[in-house]
Protein backbone atom coordinates (compact mmCIF):
# COMPACT_ATOMS: atom_id res chain seq x y z
CA UNK A 1 0.00 0.00 0.00
CA UNK A 2 1.24 3.56 -0.84
CA UNK A 3 0.62 6.05 1.68
CA UNK A 4 1.23 8.92 -0.35
CA UNK A 5 -1.55 7.57 -3.40
CA UNK A 6 -3.98 7.40 -0.60
CA UNK A 7 -2.82 11.29 0.24
CA UNK A 8 -3.29 12.36 -3.11
CA UNK A 9 -6.91 10.63 -3.63
CA UNK A 10 -8.37 11.70 -0.41
CA UNK A 11 -7.31 15.38 -0.92
CA UNK A 12 -9.49 15.52 -4.13
CA UNK A 13 -12.64 14.77 -2.17
CA UNK A 14 -14.08 17.54 -0.63
CA UNK A 15 -17.25 15.90 1.56
CA UNK A 16 -17.69 13.06 3.49
CA UNK A 17 -16.28 10.66 5.87
CA UNK A 18 -16.29 7.17 5.03
CA UNK A 19 -13.27 7.56 2.47
CA UNK A 20 -11.13 8.86 5.21
CA UNK A 21 -12.09 6.05 7.43
CA UNK A 22 -11.15 3.53 4.77
CA UNK A 23 -7.94 5.14 4.49
CA UNK A 24 -6.83 5.48 8.02
CA UNK A 25 -8.36 1.53 8.32
CA UNK A 26 -6.23 0.37 5.55
CA UNK A 27 -2.99 2.24 7.66
CA UNK A 28 -3.46 1.13 10.74
CA UNK A 29 -3.92 -2.49 9.40
CA UNK A 30 -0.81 -2.22 7.67
CA UNK A 31 1.82 -0.94 9.91
CA UNK A 32 2.39 -1.38 13.89
CA UNK A 33 1.75 1.35 16.22
CA UNK A 34 5.16 2.98 16.47
CA UNK A 35 4.77 3.24 12.96
CA UNK A 36 1.46 4.26 12.44
CA UNK A 37 2.00 7.26 15.06
CA UNK A 38 4.75 8.22 13.13
CA UNK A 39 2.55 8.58 10.10
CA UNK A 40 -0.24 10.08 11.75
CA UNK A 41 2.30 13.18 13.10
CA UNK A 42 3.42 13.52 9.72
CA UNK A 43 0.03 13.55 8.12
CA UNK A 44 -0.81 16.45 10.47
CA UNK A 45 1.20 18.56 9.07
CA UNK A 46 0.24 18.75 6.01
CA UNK A 47 -1.61 22.01 4.57
CA UNK A 48 -4.78 19.71 2.84
CA UNK A 49 -7.44 19.53 5.81
CA UNK A 50 -8.48 16.47 4.22
CA UNK A 51 -5.25 14.24 5.72
CA UNK A 52 -5.15 16.13 8.67
CA UNK A 53 -8.57 14.25 9.30
CA UNK A 54 -7.02 11.49 8.20
CA UNK A 55 -4.06 11.84 10.77
CA UNK A 56 -7.01 12.59 13.37
CA UNK A 57 -8.93 9.52 12.46
CA UNK A 58 -5.69 6.82 13.06
CA UNK A 59 -4.99 9.08 16.37
CA UNK A 60 -7.89 8.22 17.47
CA UNK A 61 -7.34 4.37 16.79
CA UNK A 62 -4.16 4.96 18.30
CA UNK A 63 -5.33 6.45 21.43
CA UNK A 64 -6.79 3.45 22.63
CA UNK A 65 -3.51 1.46 23.52
CA UNK A 66 -1.26 4.50 23.08
CA UNK A 67 -2.83 7.63 25.56
CA UNK A 68 -0.16 9.85 24.10
CA UNK A 69 -1.90 9.97 21.02
CA UNK A 70 -5.03 11.29 23.20
CA UNK A 71 -2.73 14.00 24.27
CA UNK A 72 -1.91 15.16 21.37
CA UNK A 73 -5.86 15.05 19.89
CA UNK A 74 -6.76 17.62 23.20
CA UNK A 75 -3.95 19.62 23.11
CA UNK A 76 -3.29 20.52 19.61
CA UNK A 77 -5.64 18.78 17.10
CA UNK A 78 -8.39 20.80 18.87
CA UNK A 79 -6.45 23.95 18.12
CA UNK A 80 -7.11 22.95 14.14
CA UNK A 81 -9.18 25.87 12.59
CA UNK A 82 -10.91 23.17 10.14
CA UNK A 83 -14.45 22.80 11.29
CA UNK A 84 -13.91 19.35 9.33
CA UNK A 85 -11.19 18.55 11.39
CA UNK A 86 -13.02 19.35 14.30
CA UNK A 87 -15.80 17.11 13.50
CA UNK A 88 -13.35 14.16 13.30
CA UNK A 89 -11.64 15.26 16.49
CA UNK A 90 -15.15 14.21 18.03
CA UNK A 91 -15.24 11.25 16.43
CA UNK A 92 -12.10 10.23 17.19
CA UNK A 93 -12.75 10.57 20.92
CA UNK A 94 -16.25 8.54 20.64
CA UNK A 95 -14.10 5.85 18.79
CA UNK A 96 -11.70 5.84 22.25
CA UNK A 97 -14.46 5.91 24.25
CA UNK A 98 -16.46 3.12 22.58
CA UNK A 99 -13.23 1.10 22.96
CA UNK A 100 -12.12 1.47 26.10
CA UNK A 101 -15.75 1.18 27.26
CA UNK A 102 -18.00 4.64 28.15
CA UNK A 103 -18.11 3.77 31.78
CA UNK A 104 -14.89 3.41 32.26
CA UNK A 105 -13.66 6.47 30.16
CA UNK A 106 -15.71 9.04 32.35
CA UNK A 107 -12.60 10.00 34.56
CA UNK A 108 -11.63 11.70 30.54
CA UNK A 109 -14.69 12.71 29.65
CA UNK A 110 -14.59 14.53 33.00
CA UNK A 111 -11.64 15.66 32.49
CA UNK A 112 -12.26 16.83 28.63
CA UNK A 113 -15.48 18.59 30.01
CA UNK A 114 -14.01 21.06 32.19
CA UNK A 115 -11.73 22.03 29.53
CA UNK A 116 -11.02 25.75 29.08
CA UNK A 117 -10.77 25.10 24.74
CA UNK A 118 -14.82 25.01 23.39
CA UNK A 119 -13.27 22.36 20.60
CA UNK A 120 -12.50 19.90 23.21
CA UNK A 121 -15.48 20.73 25.29
CA UNK A 122 -17.62 20.09 22.06
CA UNK A 123 -15.31 17.15 21.17
CA UNK A 124 -17.17 15.24 24.09
CA UNK A 125 -21.07 16.42 23.62
CA UNK A 126 -20.68 16.22 20.23
CA UNK A 127 -19.00 12.94 19.72
CA UNK A 128 -20.87 11.09 21.83
CA UNK A 129 -24.27 12.06 20.01
CA UNK A 130 -27.19 10.25 20.43
CA UNK A 131 -25.81 10.33 24.27
CA UNK A 132 -28.50 7.29 25.32
CA UNK A 133 -27.58 5.10 22.51
CA UNK A 134 -24.25 4.51 23.55
CA UNK A 135 -23.67 1.58 26.11
CA UNK A 136 -23.64 2.65 29.87
CA UNK A 137 -25.69 6.12 29.08
CA UNK A 138 -28.22 4.00 27.61
CA UNK A 139 -28.72 2.40 30.87
CA UNK A 140 -28.11 5.73 32.54
CA UNK A 141 -29.28 8.83 31.07
CA UNK A 142 -29.43 10.40 33.94
CA UNK A 143 -25.51 10.71 33.80
CA UNK A 144 -25.89 11.63 30.17
CA UNK A 145 -27.64 14.12 31.51
CA UNK A 146 -26.26 15.54 34.20
CA UNK A 147 -22.61 15.58 32.28
CA UNK A 148 -24.07 17.71 29.54
CA UNK A 149 -26.29 20.36 31.53
CA UNK A 150 -22.88 21.23 33.48
CA UNK A 151 -22.04 22.92 30.02
CA UNK A 152 -25.55 24.88 29.66
CA UNK A 153 -23.65 28.18 30.11
CA UNK A 154 -20.55 27.26 29.07
CA UNK A 155 -19.03 30.74 27.56
CA UNK A 156 -18.61 29.09 23.85
CA UNK A 157 -22.12 29.34 21.69
CA UNK A 158 -20.40 26.96 19.80
CA UNK A 159 -20.34 24.38 22.81
CA UNK A 160 -24.35 25.65 24.43
CA UNK A 161 -25.71 24.41 20.82
CA UNK A 162 -24.12 21.23 21.25
CA UNK A 163 -24.85 20.66 24.51
CA UNK A 164 -28.43 21.74 23.70
CA UNK A 165 -29.04 19.80 20.68
CA UNK A 166 -27.68 16.54 22.42
CA UNK A 167 -29.87 17.75 25.48
CA UNK A 168 -33.09 17.59 22.77
CA UNK A 169 -32.00 14.49 21.18
CA UNK A 170 -32.57 12.67 24.93
CA UNK A 171 -35.62 14.19 25.48
CA UNK A 172 -37.28 12.16 22.64
CA UNK A 173 -36.85 9.03 25.10
CA UNK A 174 -36.36 10.48 28.47
CA UNK A 175 -39.04 13.68 28.23
CA UNK A 176 -39.55 14.03 31.71
CA UNK A 177 -35.81 13.35 32.78
CA UNK A 178 -34.93 16.60 30.40
CA UNK A 179 -38.03 18.38 31.98
CA UNK A 180 -36.90 17.72 35.64
CA UNK A 181 -33.53 18.77 34.60
CA UNK A 182 -34.59 21.97 32.69
CA UNK A 183 -36.72 22.97 35.76
CA UNK A 184 -33.70 23.90 37.81
CA UNK A 185 -32.75 26.19 35.04
CA UNK A 186 -32.03 30.10 35.56
CA UNK A 187 -33.53 31.17 32.67
CA UNK A 188 -32.62 34.93 32.91
CA UNK A 189 -29.15 33.86 32.01
CA UNK A 190 -28.97 34.66 28.25
CA UNK A 191 -26.29 31.72 27.76
CA UNK A 192 -28.73 29.46 29.66
CA UNK A 193 -31.74 30.59 27.85
CA UNK A 194 -30.32 29.51 24.34
CA UNK A 195 -28.98 26.11 25.84
CA UNK A 196 -32.99 26.05 26.99
CA UNK A 197 -34.21 26.79 23.81
CA UNK A 198 -32.78 23.67 21.85
CA UNK A 199 -32.84 21.19 24.97
CA UNK A 200 -36.81 21.42 25.19
CA UNK A 201 -37.60 21.91 21.80
CA UNK A 202 -39.06 18.18 21.02
CA UNK A 203 -40.89 18.61 24.16
CA UNK A 204 -43.02 21.38 23.33
CA UNK A 205 -43.86 19.91 19.91
CA UNK A 206 -45.51 16.96 22.08
Known amino acids: MEIKDLIQNIATIENGFNHILDAAQQIFSCYNEKDCMRIALQLYEYQAYQVRMLSVTLLGYISVKDHSALDFLKNKVSHDDNWRVQEMLAKSFDYFCQKQGYEQSLP ?45 SNPSEYVRKSVGNALRDISKKHPQLILKELSSWNQTDNRVQLTYQLAIKYIHKK
Open 108 to 152: IINEWLESNNPNVVRAVTEGLRIWTSRPYFKEHPDKAIELLSKQK
